[in-house]
């Protein structure tokens, strides 16, 4: 059975912290690993990975995968409020299905 | 706004009923996706259907089924209804090509009395 699991589940910080988010994973057939964040209402994507050692960059969110070692990991730097989500790691694997894991819920305080 | 559109927003029902959930998908997109979210399951992969036709399947209940129409419009129809299905139900789409992004619907929220 395909497996997907987040790190840490849940995490509080002050803002302009610098933020590791991680998830692992064991699925037969994999496509590519996508992230998306969750603010209590539809999961909006952020970045897809395909290869290794290649890393997406959007402002302040980077993402890399290692497809050796079966893991990405998400950093946020210099977190702002807007940031707080619940931040979802999801496998893509033949059949184009998504394996979500549980999410990592992501709390920044002022 | 992601262009994947879903009705209802929400809807209340009562055990042992019947209920639709309808999802467009964006333009162009073939693929259309179902979730399910709940509070102790996170999301589930349910079904996918790609320009008419199911392509993949996940955990989807029997009393569930769903179907996607020539327009590409997607039904999930969920029959005998139990309190636990009460749940979020996401549609997503696709170009449907491989490792193509997924885009998410607001959700129907479905809350079984």
């Known amino acids: 059975e395909d497996k997907v699991v987040q790190s840490p589940l849940s995490l509080v910080v002050h803002e302009g912290d610098t933020v590791t988010l991680n998830c692992s994973y064991e699925v037969t057939n994999f496509r590519s690993l996508l992230w998306y964040k969750q603010e209590k209402k539809a999961p909006t994507f952020l970045f897809m990975l395909?290869?290794?050692?290649i890393e997406k960059k959007s402002g302040r969110l980077s993402s890399i995968l290692d497809k050796k070692e079966l893991f990405s990991i998400l950093n946020i730097t210099a977190t702002q409020t807007g940031d707080s989500a619940v931040y979802l790691c999801?496998?893509?694997?033949?059949?184009?299905?998504?394996?979500f894991g549980e999410g990592t819920q992501l709390t920044v305080n002022p | 706004d992601s262009g994947v559109t879903q009705t209802p927003k929400h809807l209340i029902t009562a055990t042992g009923q019947r209920v639709t959930l309808r999802c467009s998908p964006r333009s162009g997109d073939l693929s259309v996706y179902w979730y399910q979210q709940s509070l102790d399951q996170g999301l589930q992969f349910l079904i996918q259907y790609y320009n008419g036709e199911e392509r993949a399947k996940g955990n989807i209940l029997e009393r569930f089924s769903a179907q996607q129409f020539p327009d590409l419009h997607s039904e999930l129809n969920l029959s005998s209804l139990e309190l636990g299905d009460s749940a979020l139900y996401f549609c997503a789409s696709s170009g449907g090509t491989i490792a193509d992004t997924q885009y998410f619907g607001p959700g129907t929220r479905l809350t079984v009395l």
């Open positions: 999801a496998v893509e694997t033949s059949g184009s299905r998504l394996t």
């Open positions: 395909t290869s290794s050692g």
